[in-house]
């Protein structure tokens, strides 16, 4: 079965620094692989998909997420935080386009000033 | 264009009751999503409407059910409510099979049952 493990409940950052989210993947393929974020209160929005060829994404709001197959993994990362960044993210797998999407646990994301 | 839209945000109910929540999707879409979000337990999937079936389940009781209409928009159902109902539900929309489509989520309906 599909699961997405995030192994930080929760990170704190100071604004300006560099920022990395883990996340880690069991699938027997390639599934298609995305970042989301959820601000208090409010629904998800996608901040960047993998589905296939390079295994650097450019998102939104400058997060980039690197794929690396021999480590499962699909971690997401920002060079510099500001405090409008806080938030909980959550990665996420599908395994085809019109499946249902399996969620990690999340990370809240603090800044701190 | 206008995103995914949920009707209603907030709904209180009282335990043993039902509660109907409500999804529009993107225009053109035509699969529909519904996950809960309850406190301590994550994101998890309830159920794929497309095309007006029912594609998929997860691993939730049959008191909760729903359905899909002609023009796509959604219905979700919660019989016989229980206080671990209480959670953020969110619906999301897709193009359905194809390829590089992913799912976009509406704000949700905050249910709180008493």
């Known amino acids: 079965a599909q699961s997405v493990t995030q192994p930080d409940i929760h990170i704190t950052v100071s604004e300006g620094a560099s920022l990395e989210l883990r996340c880690n993947y069991s699938?027997?393929?390639?599934?298609?692989l995305f970042w989301y974020v959820q601000s208090p209160g409010q629904g998800l929005q996608l901040l960047l998909k993998?589905?296939?060829?390079?295994?650097l994404v450019q998102g939104i709001k400058g997060f980039e997420a690197e794929f690396k197959r021999s480590q499962s993994s699909f971690n997401l990362r920002k060079p510099s935080v500001h405090w409008s960044d806080a938030a909980e993210y959550f990665c996420?797998?599908?395994?085809?386009?019109?499946?249902?999407?399996?969620f990690g646990s999340g990370t809240r994301l603090s800044i701190r000033p | 264009e206008a995103g995914v839209t949920q009707s209603p945000t907030h709904l209180i109910k009282t335990r043993g009751q039902q509660a109907t929540l409500r999804c529009s999707p993107i225009?053109?879409?035509?699969?529909v999503y519904w996950y809960q979000q309850a406190l301590g337990l994550g994101l998890q999937f309830l159920l794929w409407?497309?095309?007006?079936?029912?594609?998929n389940r997860g691993n939730f009781p049959p008191r909760f059910s729903g359905r899909q209409f002609p023009n796509y928009s959604s219905e979700l159902n919660v019989n016989a409510l229980e206080l671990e109902d209480s959670a953020l539900y969110l619906c999301?929309?897709?193009?359905?099979?194809?390829?590089?489509?992913?799912?976009?989520f509406g704000p949700g309906t905050r249910l709180t049952v008493t």
């Open positions: 999301a929309s897709s193009f359905g099979d194809r390829t590089g489509d992913e799912q976009y």
């Open positions: 699938y027997g393929a390639t599934p298609y």
């Open positions: 993998y589905f296939s060829g390079d295994t």
């Open positions: 996420a797998v599908q395994e085809s386009s019109a499946s249902k999407i399996i």
């Open positions: 225009s053109g879409h035509t699969s």
């Open positions: 409407y497309d095309e007006g079936e029912e594609r």
